[in-house]
Structures are given as structure tokens and as C-alpha cells.
């Protein structure tokens, strides 16, 4: 008996061993670059984990925030201003699409709802010289409003198979002594079934604002204005491609990824339901 | 309940289908069809395919037959993305999942992991290039503390070294995605199961390889289809640390598309759409399979 448990006791001392040495592994370099972006330049190019010299200053984030031909100032405002109508209206929109899978029949209903499915594969590059060509032709390339129509309408098919699910268990006794009392459809969705959604909508608020927020390739194709540029844009750009400022692109890198690690703290819970709920992205 | 009606059903539907058919659908389709033109708008069958296949930067075996260095062309080094990429972050996943799920700290240690699936790639990419500098990263400072200082060079500056780097930065990233399924996977095994086998005297080892392996096979789909649909798709990492380069050792699928239809002058919309297309083809392949194996369960 005393051996066994020397055993288990070996073995879990060593699995905590492992565990924290793997993990340093995933911590280190965001380490890095928060040290990289505290200190200056010639501290950090023989590496920042040297503290011979160390003079901590916040002129990276100053630099970063200001930069001449792409400031975050901009960028991060820019992003907002496109995220959160492209986080808002692909759910009201899936919502409604999604109700109306789960609660009603119709002709076609299941081979509709199976394209739909199937086209939550369908990669960003297979759409975008399409939508580049209309965008162009009807005056949205360039334009916020074309990268959020083409935000709402990707993510309407994995938002449609979440949200169908989600209703499908909902009991629907209430939904039908509502309907007997005498409230529209329009009503028992709005009043009834919206309100028993909200751990789903969470989900679904979460993953598409992280996933608007860190979209770098519609982005690119479809803003091209220096002042229209969103954050993920400004990166490449303030890196270029040769000898980049450490201490200026970890600032940056650290204040466009605040953004998303700040939702993703905040509705953890939610978020990791989502991505388990096998949300297929594009 | 199931309400036979169409007008409201189709009346909750319209926006969604409006969106759908217009920016993915219709775009869809066109793009095939734009893969059947010539610059010209001609059609030509599928000319453009045989000239992407005929270009080096899309395959090119010729120097991995002889050995040398990359490039391989963008639709082998997307192969070699899937082949060390995906057992990878499937072993990492798995190991961490179970590891963590029995330490002090685990929950902490998980969400670090996950961090990488929570930023942006563009951030990620930034990382990567930051860790594998000669100088400044932490990779080649590692390599000179246990003793193979020699090695020390700028990862991702040399045709020889860029492909791996950057596959197994990768992984760096990806492990989060892989190591929350699983620990979703793991939640729903009956803890009955592991008790059983314990009073049976089962060791540990077998245990494992006997219950929680066959019973995490449907979060393993999930993981190794999802898994293949992001290698293929790969994008921001290549492009925001060498776009391909350097001398395309570094060149995948999605980042040679990019380059022929938005930078190169002129844009060549054919060949790009003809990338698309293969590249839309290899996912819904793998995809198809996923959705079959989740609409069944």
C-alpha cells in the first residue's frame, strides 16, 4: 500500500513537472514580446530576457499608436467601427434563418438547410475576386459597408447550424400557449425564444467579434484607403519586411490582441462552448 | 411542434438567403467559372489549372526528389504543412488535455495555450518572426544554452529553414484549438468507466489507450478535419513574415492566390480562381466528411 501510493504520488509530481514546462512553452514568448515592447531597441536586439541594462518606457506603445503612415490610433477605432455591426447583425439575421429551421416545415427545408451547412467550408479565397468585382462595380470596395455585408453573410451558415441546434432543444410548450394567447410569430420570437437564447447568442457574440477582429484577408482585399486601414492591416505595416522595431511591432502586436484576449476572458465560458460546438470557420 | 407553413418559415429566411446567395454563393460559382476564362475573358477550358500546375511556385517535386532545399511549390508545401502539422498538434492536444486535467493550475496553463487560437494570426506571425531571430528571439538562445549555438541563425530568412519554422510555429498556435476538444471530449467520458477499470487492477497505460482514446473518437474527428481545413487554408503567418518568400520556399495555396489576383501586375483573376477552386475542392473533401459524421450525431 505504501509503495502504491509512492507510485501515485511519483506520478503525479511528475505530470505537474511536464505540464509546467510544456505550458512555459506557450507562455514564453508572449512574455517576449511584452518585455520587447517595454524597453527600448538596443536593450532587446542581444535579447529582452538580459537585464544588465534595464530602462522600461512606454514609448513603443507612443510609437506604435502614433506611427506616421499607420497609426493605431486609427486602426483600432477603424476596427471597431466594422466589427460590431459584423458582430451583431450576422446573429440577427442567423437567428431568424435558424428559428425557422428548427420550428417550421416546409418543402426543401432539409436539403436548403444542408447547403447551408456545406457552405460554411467554403474558404474566403474561393469568394473574393467575385466579391472584389461587385464591390468595385456598385461603389463597396473601399468601403465598410461591403466588408461587413461580406463579414454577416460568412458567418451566417455556422451561426445557422449553432442557433438550429440550440432551438431544437428548446421546449416548445411555451412558445405554443403563447401562440394559443394570441402573439405572433414575430412576438414569441422577439419575447420568448430570443431570451431563452442568450447563453447561445454569448457563444456566438464572442467567436464572431474575435473572428471579425482578427480577420486580415477580406481586409486586405477590400480596404486599401491608409485611413480606412483596420488594425490587423496596420501590422504588416509597421513591420515591414526588413529589420523590424521590436520594441515599436510587439507594442502594437500587444494592443491589437488585448482586444480579443479581452473578450475571450470575459466570456470564456461561452467562447470555449462554441468552438467545441465544432463551429466550422472559413 | 413543427408548423407546416411557407410564408412565415421563408419570410425569416429571406435576409439569410438574400446574403447567402449574393456573397457566397453566386461568388461561389463565378469563381469556378472565372477559372474557365482567359485574361481576355475567353473561355479556355481548363487552361488556367494546367498552367498552375505547370508553374514551379505551385509544384515543383523536382528539387525534393534530389534532395535539396525547398521550394517544393505552394501545393507540396501545404502537403508538408499537413503532414507535420497534424500529428503534431493532435499529440500536443491530447497530452495537454489529459495532462492538465489532473494539476494544480491547469485551468491557468489552458487558457495560456489557448491564447494562440485567440489572437490574431497576424499577431501570431509577429511572435514567430520575433522568437526565431538570430539575435533577439528566444528559440536560438535556447539552442546556445544547450549547446548547439552553431545552429543560430534568423529561422525564417533562409529557404532551407522558413517551411519547417514556420510549420512548427504553427503548431504553437493551433495546439490551443486541439487541447480544448479534447478536454471537452474528455468531460463527457463516464467517470464510472475509469473507476471499473481501476478495481480491474488496469494500469494507467492501459487505460488509456483502452477507454479514453476510443472514447475521444468523435472529438478526434472533429480535431483532424478542422485541423486539415485551417493547414490548407494557412495565410496570415506566411504572409505577414515573408509572403512566400524567400525565393517561394515559403509559398502555400492561399498566399500564392492572394499574390496573383491583388499584387501581381497584372492580376491574372484566372489562375487565382483556378487555385481557389483546387484549394475549395481539397476542403470540401474534408469537410463534407465533417459535417456528414455532426448532422448524423
Do not use: C
Not at chain 1, 505530470?15 to 517595454?38: D, E, Q, R
Amino acid at each position: 500500500m505504501v509503495a502504491k501510493l509512492k507510485k501515485v504520488k511519483r506520478f503525479t509530481i511528475l505530470t505537474h513537472i511536464i505540464a509546467w514546462a510544456v505550458s512555459l512553452i506557450w507562455i514564453i514568448p508572449f512574455l517576449g514580446v511584452v518585455m520587447a515592447s517595454i524597453r527600448p531597441l538596443p536593450e532587446i536586439l542581444n535579447g529582452w530576457w538580459n537585464f544588465e541594462v534595464f530602462n522600461p518606457t512606454l514609448n513603443g506603445f507612443s510609437r506604435a499608436w502614433n506611427h506616421p503612415t499607420a497609426p493605431l490610433s486609427r486602426a483600432l477605432l477603424n476596427s471597431l467601427i466594422v466589427t460590431i455591426p459584423s458582430t451583431f447583425i450576422p446573429i440577427l439575421v442567423a437567428a431568424l434563418g435558424a428559428y425557422s429551421f428548427a420550428r417550421f416545415r416546409f418543402p426543401t427545408r432539409d436539403l436548403l438547410f444542408l447547403t447551408i451547412v456545406l457552405l460554411q467550408t467554403i474558404p474566403q479565397q474561393m469568394v473574393i475576386i467575385p466579391i472584389f468585382n461587385i464591390a468595385i462595380s456598385i461603389g463597396l470596395w473601399n468601403n465598410y459597408i461591403g466588408l461587413i455585408l461580406v463579414h454577416t453573410a460568412f458567418a451566417l451558415p455556422w451561426q445557422i447550424l449553432f442557433l438550429r441546434n440550440f432551438f431544437s432543444v428548446l421546449p416548445v410548450e411555451v412558445e405554443e400557449a403563447a401562440m394559443i394567447d394570441g402573439a405572433s410569430y414575430f412576438e414569441i420570437f422577439y419575447k420568448i425564444v430570443l431570451p431563452l437564447t442568450l447563453p447561445a447568442l454569448a457563444s456566438l457574440t464572442a467567436l464572431q467579434f474575435v473572428w471579425v477582429w482578427n480577420d486580415f484577408f477580406f481586409a486586405a482585399v477590400l480596404i486599401s484607403s491608409p485611413e480606412l486601414k483596420l488594425a490587423t492591416q496596420a501590422i504588416p505595416a509597421q513591420m515591414g519586411r526588413l529589420d523590424p522595431n521590436w520594441t515599436v511591432i510587439s507594442a502594437a502586436s500587444i494592443i491589437v490582441m488585448i482586444i480579443p484576449i479581452a473578450i475571450y476572458v470575459a466570456l470564456q465560458r461561452y467562447y470555449v462552448k462554441g468552438i467545441v460546438a465544432g463551429a466550422v470557420k472559413g | 411542434m413543427s408548423r407546416r407553413q411557407i410564408k412565415i418559415p421563408l419570410l425569416f429566411l429571406t435576409p439569410a438567403l438574400l446574403l447567402l446567395t449574393i456573397f457566397v454563393l453566386f461568388p461561389v460559382v463565378n469563381t469556378i467559372y472565372i477559372s474557365l476564362l482567359n485574361q481576355e475573358g475567353e473561355f479556355v477550358g481548363l487552361d488556367n489549372y494546367a498552367e498552375v500546375f505547370g508553374r514551379k511556385e505551385f509544384w515543383n517535386p523536382q528539387n525534393l526528389i534530389e534532395g535539396k532545399p525547398p521550394p517544393y511549390g505552394a501545393l507540396i508545401h501545404n502537403g508538408i504543412w499537413i503532414l507535420v502539422h497534424l500529428p503534431l498538434s493532435v499529440f500536443f492536444g491530447l497530452l495537454l488535455a489529459v495532462l492538465l486535467r489532473d494539476v494544480k493550475g491547469g485551468a491557468i496553463i489552458k487558457s495560456a495555450v489557448f491564447l494562440g487560437v485567440v489572437i490574431p494570426m497576424i499577431v501570431g506571425g509577429v511572435l514567430l518572426r520575433f522568437i526565431y531571430e538570430a539575435d533577439a528571439g528566444i528559440v536560438n538562445a535556447f539552442l546556445r544554452v544547450v549547446g548547439l549555438g552553431h545552429l543560430a541563425r534568423t529561422w525564417t530568412a533562409f529557404p532551407q529553414t522558413i517551411l519547417l519554422s514556420l510549420i512548427l510555429g504553427s503548431v504553437w498556435i493551433w495546439t490551443g484549438f486541439s487541447m480544448i476538444v479534447y478536454s471537452a471530449g474528455l468531460e463527457g467520458i463516464p467517470m464510472e468507466l475509469f473507476e471499473v477499470a481501476k478495481i480491474d487492477g488496469a494500469s494507467r497505460w492501459r487505460t488509456f489507450w483502452r477507454i479514453t482514446v476510443p472514447m475521444l473518437r468523435p472529438a478526434t474527428i472533429v480535431v483532424v478535419t478542422m485541423t486539415l481545413l485551417w493547414e490548407l487554408k494557412i495565410f496570415d503567418i506566411v504572409w505577414v513574415i515573408q509572403r512566400g518568400g524567400p525565393g517561394g520556399a515559403s509559398m502555400v495555396m492561399a498566399v500564392m492566390m492572394y499574390l496573383r489576383a491583388f499584387l501581381y501586375i497584372p492580376s491574372n483573376f484566372g489562375t487565382a480562381s483556378a487555385i481557389a477552386t483546387l484549394l475549395t475542392i481539397m476542403t470540401f473533401g474534408f469537410a463534407a466528411y465533417l459535417v456528414n459524421r455532426m448532422v448524423k450525431s
